[in-house]
T-cell receptor
Framework: AQSVTQLGSHVSVSEGALVLLRCNYS??????LFWYVQYPNQGLQLLLK??????LVKGINGFEAEFKKSETSFHLTKPSAHMSDAAEYFC?????????????FGAGTRLAVHP | GAVVSQHPSRVICKSGTSVKIECRSL??????MFWYRQFPKQSLMLMAT?????????EQGVEKDKFLINHASLTLSTLTVTSAHPEDSSFYIC????????????FGPGTRLLVL
């Protein structure tokens, strides 16, 4: 069965600093991996995804993530944090079960950005 | 981009009453809709998957008689929490998928349910 672990429920960085949000997964098959962002009172928005091919994936708002099979990781990074990046971030892995494709989510990491 | 709405955004009800939450895809037809539940500081937990015109598929441990799901049209799914109790208080999130590709899920803003 697939699962996702996000290390650190809260991460705080200074504006302009590197953002690193950690995600490790468990999957018995080649995974499809996703990062979503949730702003207050809004739905989840897809930041980026990895399916096949290039292991470094670029997403919206300057975020990127690298799929590392040997480390079973899919960490999310951004070189320079902006105040508007403050939000909840969810890592997810796809799972095919019971005839349906589903998403299995991590617990989420709340990113705070301070001046 | 594709928009999914949920109504209401927040509801408070008395124990023993039933509450209906609507999930609508505003600018696309959703062949599949998903209902999630999220406890504070925890993951989104998939409750059920529904396809338009057919019965929902519930995840293990989710009571189908407690959480009634109806997906009567390609733009509307409803979740009814029947005979709600305080332990049903949670954040309920729906998502809608246009096709079969797993990543094209669009999420609603969620509904906060508080049962007194």
């Amino acid at each position: 069965a697939q699962s996702v672990t996000q290390l650190g429920s809260h991460v705080s960085v200074s504006e302009g600093a590197l953002v690193l949000l950690r995600c490790n997964y468990s999957s018995s098959v080649p995974p499809y991996l996703f990062w979503y962002v949730q702003y207050p009172n809004q739905g989840l928005q897809l930041l980026l995804k990895y399916t096949t091919g290039a292991t470094l994936v670029k997403g919206i708002n300057g975020f990127e993530a690298e799929f590392k099979k040997s480390e079973t990781s899919f960490h999310l990074t951004k070189p320079s944090a902006h105040m508007s990046d403050a939000a909840e971030y969810f890592c997810a892995v796809s799972s095919f079960s019971g005839g349906y494709n589903k998403l299995i989510f991590g617990a989420g990491t709340r990113l705070a950005v301070h001046p | 981009g594709a928009v999914v709405s949920q109504h209401p955004s927040r509801v408070i009800c008395k124990s023993g009453t039933s509450v209906k939450i609507e999930c609508r895809s505003l600018d696309f037809q959703a062949t599949t809709m998903f209902w999630y539940r999220q406890f504070p500081k925890q993951s989104l937990m998939l409750m059920a998957t529904s396809n338009e015109g057919s019965k929902a598929t519930y995840e293990q441990g989710v009571e189908k008689d407690k959480f009634l799901i109806n997906h009567a049209s390609l733009t509307l799914s409803t979740l009814t929490v029947t005979s709600a109790h305080p332990e049903d208080s949670s954040f309920y999130i729906c998502s809608a998928r246009e096709g079969q590709v797993v990543e094209t899920q669009y999420f609603g803003p969620g509904t906060r349910l508080l049962v007194l």
